[in-house]
């Protein structure tokens, strides 16, 4: 069965930056997409980019770009996003999720919450 | 970017009800809306894409319907599992948008 399964939460300091990891199973890990959703707390969602695994190819949302790196590693099936120069802004929990050709997130990782402060 | 607009944020309803939860676009959009579920626990799951589609496994008191700017989500006989926060997402335009959120919880 298709699972992404992300990383761990995350406490950074103001400034700095972190990559949060992705690891899909149970597919073909080059042939869909894989999306970044941010959640703020009590807020709604915000779709961060995705990338394509086959070929590395990615499109962000215009807010993200300089903010969010996406890359992906076809040898371990793992898709990650880095953020940089963290401000308190970034606290959130970002999600992955994989893409389908007709544009629908069908599945999605559990979450991963980020957390800035000093 | 393409607004979307969840105006009811949180809803209450008895087990048994038809509920209804709409989502309104700030341009058409072509029917390119899809609908998630997030349970209390954070987990998140589709639900319909392409405005009526039902996604594989999601029981059938789900439906969606709506064109042009205006779209809804319907849950007949409503059960406890389906207290969650529900969002649409449009996909016409990038970026891709979420609405606010409406919270669905059980009288």
């Known amino acids: 069965q298709v699972q992404l399964q992300q990383s761990g939460p995350e406490l950074v300091k103001p400034g700095a930056l972190v990559k949060i990891s992705c690891k899909a199973s149970?597919?073909?890990?080059?042939?869909?997409?894989i999306n970044w959703v941010k959640q703020r707390p009590g807020q709604g969602l915000e779709w961060i980019g995705w990338i394509y695994p086959g070929d590395g190819s990615t499109k962000y949302n215009e807010k993200f770009k300089g903010k969010a790196t996406l890359t992906a590693d076809k040898s371990s099936s793992t898709a990650y996003m880095q953020l940089s120069s963290l401000t308190s802004e970034n606290s959130a929990v970002y999600f992955c999720?994989?893409?389908?050709?007709?544009?629908?997130?069908?599945?999605w990782g559990q979450g991963t919450t980020l957390t800035v402060s000093s | 970017d393409i607004q979307m607009t969840q105006t009811t944020s949180s809803l209450s309803a008895s087990l048994g009800d038809r509920v209804t939860i709409s989502c309104s676009a700030s341009q058409g959009i072509s029917n390119y809306l899809n609908w998630y579920q997030q349970k209390p626990d954070g987990t998140v799951k589709l639900l319909i894409y392409?405005?009526?589609s039902l996604h594989s496994g999601v029981p059938s008191r789900f439906s969606g319907s709506g064109s042009g700017t205006d779209y809804s989500l319907t849950i007949s006989n409503l059960e406890p599992e389906d207290i969650a926060t529900y969002y649409c997402q449009q996909y016409s335009k990038l970026p891709w948008t979420f609405g606010g959120g409406t919270k669905l919880e059980i009288k």
């Open positions: 149970g597919y073909t890990f080059t042939s869909y997409d």
């Open positions: 392409y405005t009526s």
């Open positions: 999720a994989r893409k389908l050709e007709d544009d629908y997130f069908d599945y």
